[in-house]
């Protein structure tokens, strides 16, 4: 997916949610899933971003602070069996 410009001539240009895909014959073909030509240009760049694979952090991460973390899937199952094992030695 990405974001495309279409000039519109006299106009804004039209900003489209798009994906391009091939046809049966090979060629490739643009989809739009949807006009976001209202959207503030902020939310357009931030789209973009995130379709590129980016994030969306503002400030440093030096910033952010792991205030509790809670242990789940592979890791609770391992401390859950360690503090059986404990418990029963």
Do not use: C
């Amino acid at each position: 997916m990405f974001i495309d410009l279409v000039p519109n001539r006299e106009s804004p240009p039209a900003v489209l949610l798009r994906e391009v895909y091939r046809d049966e014959r090979g060629r490739p073909q643009k989809r739009t899933f949807a006009n976001l030509s209202k959207l503030p240009w902020e939310v357009i760049e931030a789209l973009k971003t995130l379709l590129k694979g980016g994030t969306l952090l503002r400030g440093e991460p030096r910033e952010l602070s792991i205030g509790r973390s809670l242990p789940h899937g592979h890791v609770a199952a391992v401390l859950g069996m360690i503090r059986k094992i404990r418990s029963t030695s």
